[in-house]
Protein backbone atom coordinates (compact mmCIF):
# COMPACT_ATOMS: atom_id res chain seq x y z
CA UNK A 1 0.00 0.00 0.00
CA UNK A 2 1.57 3.44 -0.64
CA UNK A 3 0.93 5.71 2.05
CA UNK A 4 0.95 9.56 1.89
CA UNK A 5 2.92 11.48 3.74
CA UNK A 6 2.15 13.53 7.07
CA UNK A 7 4.75 16.04 7.84
CA UNK A 8 4.38 17.31 11.15
CA UNK A 9 6.08 20.33 12.31
CA UNK A 10 6.34 20.46 15.97
CA UNK A 11 6.56 16.58 16.01
CA UNK A 12 8.65 16.96 19.78
CA UNK A 13 5.73 19.04 20.81
CA UNK A 14 2.20 18.78 22.36
CA UNK A 15 0.25 19.58 19.70
CA UNK A 16 2.64 17.67 16.60
CA UNK A 17 3.32 14.91 19.15
CA UNK A 18 -0.57 14.19 19.59
CA UNK A 19 -0.91 13.76 15.95
CA UNK A 20 2.43 11.53 15.00
CA UNK A 21 0.76 9.16 17.74
CA UNK A 22 -2.55 9.09 16.54
CA UNK A 23 -1.38 8.34 13.17
CA UNK A 24 1.19 6.02 14.37
CA UNK A 25 -1.25 4.10 15.97
CA UNK A 26 -3.20 3.76 12.98
CA UNK A 27 -1.41 1.63 10.66
CA UNK A 28 -3.95 0.45 8.44
CA UNK A 29 -5.01 4.27 8.20
CA UNK A 30 -2.66 4.99 4.75
CA UNK A 31 -0.60 7.53 6.34
CA UNK A 32 3.33 7.57 7.12
CA UNK A 33 5.06 10.24 9.71
CA UNK A 34 7.43 12.83 8.62
CA UNK A 35 8.50 14.10 11.98
CA UNK A 36 10.12 17.18 11.95
CA UNK A 37 12.15 19.13 14.61
CA UNK A 38 15.02 21.72 14.88
CA UNK A 39 17.34 18.57 16.52
CA UNK A 40 16.99 15.35 14.65
CA UNK A 41 20.07 13.86 16.37
CA UNK A 42 18.63 14.28 20.04
CA UNK A 43 17.00 12.07 22.36
CA UNK A 44 13.33 13.02 20.65
CA UNK A 45 13.96 12.57 17.78
CA UNK A 46 15.58 8.85 18.18
CA UNK A 47 12.48 8.39 19.86
CA UNK A 48 10.08 9.53 17.23
CA UNK A 49 11.98 7.13 15.13
CA UNK A 50 11.68 4.39 17.36
CA UNK A 51 7.81 4.77 17.38
CA UNK A 52 8.04 5.07 13.45
CA UNK A 53 8.71 8.14 12.03
CA UNK A 54 10.68 9.08 9.50
CA UNK A 55 12.86 12.20 11.29
CA UNK A 56 13.88 15.36 9.52
CA UNK A 57 15.41 18.26 10.39
CA UNK A 58 14.38 21.85 9.93
CA UNK A 59 13.96 25.00 11.28
CA UNK A 60 10.89 27.32 10.70
CA UNK A 61 13.47 30.60 10.80
CA UNK A 62 14.66 29.00 7.69
CA UNK A 63 12.26 28.58 4.73
CA UNK A 64 14.80 26.56 2.53
CA UNK A 65 15.19 24.18 5.35
CA UNK A 66 10.96 23.26 5.54
CA UNK A 67 10.63 22.93 1.67
CA UNK A 68 13.13 20.56 1.86
CA UNK A 69 11.59 18.75 4.76
CA UNK A 70 8.37 19.30 2.96
CA UNK A 71 9.50 17.64 -0.31
CA UNK A 72 7.30 14.65 -1.31
CA UNK A 73 4.70 14.80 1.15
CA UNK A 74 1.21 15.12 1.09
CA UNK A 75 0.08 17.09 3.94
CA UNK A 76 1.89 18.75 6.42
CA UNK A 77 0.68 19.99 10.13
CA UNK A 78 2.17 23.45 10.80
CA UNK A 79 2.47 25.06 14.27
CA UNK A 80 4.15 28.03 14.92
CA UNK A 81 5.82 28.34 19.42
CA UNK A 82 4.96 32.16 19.93
CA UNK A 83 5.82 31.26 23.72
CA UNK A 84 9.44 30.42 22.79
CA UNK A 85 10.15 33.87 21.43
CA UNK A 86 7.42 36.07 22.70
CA UNK A 87 7.82 37.60 19.11
CA UNK A 88 4.51 38.10 16.54
CA UNK A 89 7.11 39.50 13.86
CA UNK A 90 8.69 36.01 14.28
CA UNK A 91 5.76 33.87 14.30
CA UNK A 92 4.61 36.14 10.88
CA UNK A 93 7.82 35.59 9.40
CA UNK A 94 7.96 31.89 10.75
CA UNK A 95 3.93 31.58 9.38
CA UNK A 96 4.44 32.79 6.15
CA UNK A 97 8.21 30.89 5.42
CA UNK A 98 5.74 27.58 6.33
CA UNK A 99 3.31 28.92 3.76
CA UNK A 100 5.72 29.27 0.90
CA UNK A 101 7.80 25.89 1.55
CA UNK A 102 4.51 24.25 1.57
CA UNK A 103 3.87 25.73 -1.71
CA UNK A 104 7.01 24.95 -3.46
CA UNK A 105 6.99 21.21 -2.14
CA UNK A 106 3.14 21.30 -3.82
CA UNK A 107 2.13 19.97 -0.31
CA UNK A 108 -1.67 18.80 -1.10
CA UNK A 109 -3.25 19.49 2.03
CA UNK A 110 -1.77 21.59 5.31
CA UNK A 111 -3.24 22.30 8.45
CA UNK A 112 -2.43 25.69 9.85
CA UNK A 113 -2.98 26.00 13.71
CA UNK A 114 -4.14 29.30 14.19
CA UNK A 115 -6.41 31.55 16.60
CA UNK A 116 -8.42 34.67 15.94
CA UNK A 117 -6.78 38.16 15.17
CA UNK A 118 -8.31 39.65 17.69
CA UNK A 119 -8.13 43.38 16.23
CA UNK A 120 -11.10 42.06 13.77
CA UNK A 121 -13.42 42.46 16.87
CA UNK A 122 -11.03 45.12 19.18
CA UNK A 123 -10.12 47.57 17.05
CA UNK A 124 -6.27 49.24 18.32
CA UNK A 125 -7.91 52.52 19.13
CA UNK A 126 -10.68 50.46 21.05
CA UNK A 127 -10.02 51.61 24.93
CA UNK A 128 -11.13 48.09 26.70
CA UNK A 129 -7.88 46.36 26.84
CA UNK A 130 -4.45 47.60 26.41
CA UNK A 131 -2.47 48.08 23.05
CA UNK A 132 0.32 45.48 23.19
CA UNK A 133 3.74 45.54 21.21
CA UNK A 134 3.40 48.17 19.32
CA UNK A 135 0.46 47.30 16.96
CA UNK A 136 -1.16 43.74 18.74
CA UNK A 137 -4.26 43.62 21.07
CA UNK A 138 -3.34 39.53 21.97
CA UNK A 139 0.15 39.54 20.27
CA UNK A 140 -0.14 35.25 20.44
CA UNK A 141 -3.38 35.32 18.73
CA UNK A 142 -3.18 38.29 16.42
CA UNK A 143 -0.14 36.70 14.59
CA UNK A 144 -1.65 33.90 14.19
CA UNK A 145 -4.88 34.80 12.54
CA UNK A 146 -3.14 37.64 10.50
CA UNK A 147 -1.14 34.87 9.28
CA UNK A 148 -4.15 32.75 7.53
CA UNK A 149 -3.13 34.98 4.57
CA UNK A 150 -0.03 33.88 3.85
CA UNK A 151 -1.50 30.35 3.31
CA UNK A 152 -4.25 31.58 1.51
CA UNK A 153 -1.68 33.93 -0.88
CA UNK A 154 0.42 31.21 -1.44
CA UNK A 155 -3.03 29.10 -2.79
CA UNK A 156 -1.98 25.93 -0.83
CA UNK A 157 -5.27 24.12 0.03
CA UNK A 158 -5.00 24.42 3.95
CA UNK A 159 -7.46 24.14 6.77
CA UNK A 160 -7.48 27.09 9.31
CA UNK A 161 -7.70 24.95 12.44
CA UNK A 162 -9.05 26.91 15.24
CA UNK A 163 -7.47 25.67 18.65
CA UNK A 164 -8.59 26.04 22.46
CA UNK A 165 -7.65 26.56 25.79
CA UNK A 166 -5.22 23.61 26.78
CA UNK A 167 -6.75 22.11 29.61
CA UNK A 168 -2.79 20.81 30.24
CA UNK A 169 -1.96 24.18 30.99
CA UNK A 170 -2.78 23.06 34.76
CA UNK A 171 -0.68 20.44 34.75
CA UNK A 172 2.38 22.66 32.83
CA UNK A 173 1.40 26.49 32.90
CA UNK A 174 1.13 26.86 36.96
CA UNK A 175 -2.53 26.86 36.38
CA UNK A 176 -3.78 24.38 39.00
CA UNK A 177 -5.63 24.89 42.31
CA UNK A 178 -3.49 27.01 44.22
CA UNK A 179 -4.21 27.74 48.12
CA UNK A 180 -5.86 30.93 48.10
CA UNK A 181 -5.13 33.27 51.34
CA UNK A 182 -8.23 31.81 52.94
CA UNK A 183 -6.50 28.72 53.20
CA UNK A 184 -8.64 27.28 50.72
CA UNK A 185 -7.69 25.91 47.26
CA UNK A 186 -8.96 28.01 44.32
CA UNK A 187 -8.89 28.09 40.23
CA UNK A 188 -7.95 30.91 39.24
CA UNK A 189 -9.46 31.99 35.62
CA UNK A 190 -10.40 35.56 34.27
CA UNK A 191 -13.71 34.51 32.48
CA UNK A 192 -16.53 35.86 35.26
CA UNK A 193 -19.73 33.62 34.54
CA UNK A 194 -18.55 33.36 30.86
CA UNK A 195 -17.87 29.55 29.08
CA UNK A 196 -14.35 28.79 28.14
CA UNK A 197 -13.25 25.94 25.17
CA UNK A 198 -11.17 23.26 26.67
CA UNK A 199 -9.26 20.96 25.36
CA UNK A 200 -6.83 18.09 26.02
CA UNK A 201 -4.00 18.60 24.14
CA UNK A 202 -3.49 15.59 22.56
CA UNK A 203 -7.09 15.64 21.03
CA UNK A 204 -5.73 18.77 18.75
CA UNK A 205 -3.48 16.14 17.52
CA UNK A 206 -6.10 13.58 16.87
CA UNK A 207 -8.48 15.52 15.50
CA UNK A 208 -6.12 17.06 13.11
CA UNK A 209 -5.24 13.03 12.07
CA UNK A 210 -9.02 12.97 11.35
CA UNK A 211 -9.03 16.04 9.13
CA UNK A 212 -6.19 14.65 6.98
CA UNK A 213 -8.40 11.54 6.70
CA UNK A 214 -11.26 13.37 5.34
CA UNK A 215 -9.04 15.52 2.90
CA UNK A 216 -10.19 17.50 0.47
CA UNK A 217 -13.51 18.44 1.70
CA UNK A 218 -12.18 20.14 4.74
CA UNK A 219 -9.41 22.49 2.22
CA UNK A 220 -10.53 25.75 2.57
CA UNK A 221 -11.94 25.63 5.48
CA UNK A 222 -11.76 27.17 9.28
CA UNK A 223 -12.94 24.87 11.95
CA UNK A 224 -12.77 24.83 15.62
CA UNK A 225 -12.42 22.19 17.75
CA UNK A 226 -13.18 21.98 21.78
CA UNK A 227 -13.61 19.18 24.06
CA UNK A 228 -16.12 21.19 26.31
CA UNK A 229 -16.79 24.86 26.90
CA UNK A 230 -17.06 24.91 30.65
CA UNK A 231 -17.62 28.04 33.24
CA UNK A 232 -14.53 28.47 35.95
CA UNK A 233 -17.28 27.48 38.35
CA UNK A 234 -17.74 24.18 36.39
CA UNK A 235 -14.00 23.89 35.90
CA UNK A 236 -13.54 24.12 39.79
CA UNK A 237 -16.65 21.71 40.42
CA UNK A 238 -14.87 18.93 38.35
CA UNK A 239 -11.44 19.14 39.74
CA UNK A 240 -13.47 19.24 43.33
CA UNK A 241 -14.77 15.67 42.22
CA UNK A 242 -11.19 14.37 40.47
CA UNK A 243 -9.48 15.27 43.86
CA UNK A 244 -11.46 14.72 46.20
CA UNK A 245 -10.98 18.35 47.98
CA UNK A 246 -13.14 21.31 47.40
CA UNK A 247 -11.63 23.49 44.89
CA UNK A 248 -13.34 26.76 44.81
CA UNK A 249 -13.48 28.97 41.64
CA UNK A 250 -11.94 32.21 42.07
CA UNK A 251 -12.25 34.85 39.17
CA UNK A 252 -9.71 37.42 38.87
CA UNK A 253 -10.41 40.22 36.43
CA UNK A 254 -8.24 40.55 33.50
CA UNK A 255 -7.00 43.98 34.60
CA UNK A 256 -5.68 42.58 37.57
CA UNK A 257 -4.22 39.24 35.83
CA UNK A 258 -2.33 41.76 33.38
CA UNK A 259 -0.32 42.76 36.07
CA UNK A 260 0.49 39.40 37.40
CA UNK A 261 4.89 38.80 37.94
CA UNK A 262 5.47 36.17 34.74
CA UNK A 263 6.41 36.97 30.82
CA UNK A 264 3.37 37.10 28.72
CA UNK A 265 0.81 38.00 31.83
CA UNK A 266 -0.65 40.96 29.62
CA UNK A 267 -0.95 39.15 26.58
CA UNK A 268 -2.87 36.41 28.37
CA UNK A 269 -4.69 39.06 30.89
CA UNK A 270 -5.68 40.25 27.04
CA UNK A 271 -6.78 36.95 25.89
CA UNK A 272 -8.88 35.77 28.48
CA UNK A 273 -10.51 39.35 28.04
CA UNK A 274 -11.20 38.33 24.30
CA UNK A 275 -12.43 35.33 25.78
CA UNK A 276 -14.89 36.65 28.56
CA UNK A 277 -16.22 39.07 26.25
CA UNK A 278 -16.87 37.12 23.24
CA UNK A 279 -17.45 34.04 24.89
CA UNK A 280 -20.48 33.27 22.44
CA UNK A 281 -18.34 33.94 19.40
CA UNK A 282 -15.67 32.13 20.62
CA UNK A 283 -17.38 29.35 21.66
CA UNK A 284 -19.74 28.87 18.46
CA UNK A 285 -16.45 28.90 16.69
CA UNK A 286 -15.36 25.77 18.34
CA UNK A 287 -17.75 23.31 17.50
CA UNK A 288 -17.97 20.03 19.80
CA UNK A 289 -19.98 18.14 17.39
CA UNK A 290 -17.33 18.79 14.57
CA UNK A 291 -14.34 17.91 16.95
CA UNK A 292 -16.09 14.59 17.83
CA UNK A 293 -16.45 13.83 14.21
CA UNK A 294 -12.73 13.82 13.41
CA UNK A 295 -11.89 12.27 16.25
CA UNK A 296 -14.44 9.65 18.00
CA UNK A 297 -12.37 9.70 21.10
CA UNK A 298 -12.44 13.23 22.41
CA UNK A 299 -12.65 13.52 25.87
CA UNK A 300 -14.47 15.55 27.92
CA UNK A 301 -12.83 17.41 30.99
CA UNK A 302 -14.14 14.87 33.65
CA UNK A 303 -12.24 12.40 31.20
CA UNK A 304 -9.39 14.07 31.16
CA UNK A 305 -8.97 14.57 34.55
CA UNK A 306 -9.37 11.02 35.47
CA UNK A 307 -6.48 10.29 33.70
CA UNK A 308 -4.33 13.32 34.43
CA UNK A 309 -5.11 14.17 37.81
CA UNK A 310 -2.49 12.94 39.47
CA UNK A 311 0.23 14.92 37.63
CA UNK A 312 -1.88 18.53 38.52
CA UNK A 313 0.46 20.34 41.24
CA UNK A 314 -1.66 21.44 43.63
CA UNK A 315 -0.16 24.51 45.90
N1 LIG B 1 -1.25 26.50 25.82
C1 LIG B 1 -2.44 26.65 25.27
O1 LIG B 1 -3.49 26.57 25.95
C2 LIG B 1 -2.56 26.89 23.79
C3 LIG B 1 -3.83 26.85 23.22
C4 LIG B 1 -3.96 27.07 21.83
C5 LIG B 1 -2.82 27.33 21.08
N2 LIG B 1 -1.58 27.36 21.68
C6 LIG B 1 -0.42 27.65 20.83
O2 LIG B 1 0.34 26.47 20.68
C7 LIG B 1 1.62 26.84 20.18
C8 LIG B 1 2.66 25.88 20.70
O3 LIG B 1 2.33 24.56 20.32
P1 LIG B 1 2.67 23.33 21.28
O4 LIG B 1 1.99 23.54 22.59
O5 LIG B 1 2.42 22.10 20.53
O6 LIG B 1 4.25 23.58 21.50
P2 LIG B 1 5.31 22.85 22.46
O7 LIG B 1 4.75 21.62 23.07
O8 LIG B 1 5.85 23.92 23.37
O9 LIG B 1 6.45 22.45 21.43
C9 LIG B 1 6.96 23.38 20.51
C10 LIG B 1 7.25 22.64 19.24
O10 LIG B 1 7.56 23.60 18.22
C11 LIG B 1 8.76 23.21 17.59
N3 LIG B 1 9.49 24.42 17.20
C12 LIG B 1 9.58 25.57 17.89
N4 LIG B 1 10.36 26.46 17.24
C13 LIG B 1 10.77 25.83 16.11
C14 LIG B 1 11.60 26.22 15.03
N5 LIG B 1 12.19 27.43 15.00
N6 LIG B 1 11.80 25.35 14.04
C15 LIG B 1 11.23 24.12 14.06
N7 LIG B 1 10.43 23.68 15.06
C16 LIG B 1 10.21 24.53 16.08
C17 LIG B 1 9.54 22.42 18.61
O11 LIG B 1 10.38 21.52 17.92
P3 LIG B 1 11.93 21.21 18.29
O12 LIG B 1 12.23 21.91 19.58
O13 LIG B 1 12.01 19.72 18.37
O14 LIG B 1 12.71 21.77 17.15
C18 LIG B 1 8.44 21.71 19.38
O15 LIG B 1 8.11 20.48 18.79
C19 LIG B 1 1.86 28.27 20.65
O16 LIG B 1 2.10 29.13 19.55
C20 LIG B 1 0.58 28.65 21.39
O17 LIG B 1 0.17 29.98 21.15
C21 LIG B 1 -1.44 27.11 23.00
Redesign the pocket.
Known sequence: MTRKIIAV?????????GLVRAALEDPQGGFSVRA????PAEA??AELQKAGAEVVG????DRDSLSRAFAGADCAYC??????HFSPER?LA?AKNLAQAAKAAGVGHVIW?T?EDTRRRVPLDDPRMPTLKGEYKVP??DA?GFADAFFREAAVPTTFLL????W??LIH?GMGPAKGADGRLAFVLPMADQKLPGIA?ED?GRCAYGIFKRGAELAGRTVGIAGEHLTGAEMAAGLSRALEREVAYSYVPPEVYRTFDFPGADDLGNMFQYNRDFATEFCAARDLGFARSVNPRLQTFAQWLERNKSRIPVG
Not at 9 to 17: D, H, K, L, P, V
Not at 79 to 84: G, K, L, S, Y
Not at 163 to 166: C, D, I, K, L, N
Open positions: IGATGAQGGITRRKGADLDVTNFWEEQSLHFKTSFYDNFVI
